[in-house]
Each structure stands twice: as structure tokens, then as C-alpha cells.
């Protein structure tokens, strides 16, 4: 965004420039050319499952009692939660949150904060959901669902 921001300044500059009094007749050299500017989102192969629809929250039982998230630009399924149990959980995202870069291997939620980095443990507390970065974790034997805001 800063980039954009600083892409369109140097623009209006130019523009300002060319427009400026004093100048009588356009010069014969030609303009220069602007290069687009970078993308705001890092290059990322890496695909979250969504959250389908309006999702609530049972209270199934489970039978761990931590996690510890993969983010692997390179697997079938390219975040994964294993838990100290050794099963691997499919992860679901609610939208707005989005992956970083294949070399960063992280999530982001919507500000742009990192909610989880590869390799980053969670832990499930007892009679309670957890929470990654503040956001709410919805859990079920085989899955587990980041939301951005509690399920109603």
C-alpha cells in the first residue's frame, strides 16, 4: 500500500511538473515511461480451505490438548495442525484472513498481523476454546476453524 501510495505522489508530481507555467510548447523528448507499481500482496502459493457459510461452534469432544500448525507451500494440503496426539487437523479460515508469502509461511488476518507463523504451537485449554492472536478457534476431531469474530 505504502509503495502504491509513494507511486502515485511521484505521478501527480510529474504531472504537476509538466503543467508548471513557463513551459510554452511541449518538448519533442519523449515521456517517461512509468513502471506499474510492485503488488501489495507477496507472491504466495499457498491456498487456505474457507469457512463455509454461518458457522457455529459445537461442543464436540477431543482428545488433544495442543496443536502445532504446518505451513507448507510444497504439501497437499498446505496448512495443517498437528495435534500432540499425532493427527492432522485440515485448518479452515474465515475470510479476510490470507496467507503470506511462500518464504514467510505465515497467516495474516485482515490488519495485516500475523495470527500464526509455521512451526507455532497452540494450546487447547481446558473447558474453554482457544484463541490464535485473539481470533476465535472453533475445534472438531478432524479440523479446526479460525474466525474472526465468535460465533454467535
Not at 54 to 59: I, P
Not at 72 to 90: E, I, M, R, S, W
Request: proline content about 10%; some cysteine; hydrophobic content about 45%.
Amino acid at each position: 500500500m505504502l509503495r502504491r501510495s509513494i507511486s502515485l505522489v511521484l505521478l501527480s508530481l510529474a504531472l504537476v511538473a509538466c503543467a508548471s507555467p513557463g513551459t510554452s510548447t511541449p518538448t519533442a523528448s519523449p515521456a517517461p515511461s512509468i513502471a506499474p507499481p510492485p503488488s501489495a500482496a507477496p507472491s504466495t502459493s499457498i491456498e487456505l480451505h474457507r469457512v463455509a457459510g454461518d458457522l457455529g461452534c459445537d461442543t464436540i469432544g477431543i482428545d488433544y490438548t495442543s496443536l502445532t500448525f504446518h505451513i507448507d507451500p510444497a504439501a497437499a494440503d498446505q496448512v495443517t495442525a498437528l495435534t500432540n496426539k499425532g493427527v492432522a487437523l485440515k485448518t479452515y479460515w474465515a475470510n479476510g484472513f490470507e496467507p503470506g508469502s511462500d518464504a514467510e509461511r505465515v497467516i495474516r488476518d485482515a490488519s495485516g498481523q500475523v495470527v500464526v507463523r509455521d512451526g507455532d504451537p497452540l494450546l487447547v485449554p481446558a473447558a474453554a476454546y482457544p484463541r490464535l492472536a485473539g481470533h476465535f478457534v472453533c475445534l472438531a476431531p478432524d479440523a479446526i476453524y479460525v474466525l474472526d469474530a465468535d460465533p454467535a
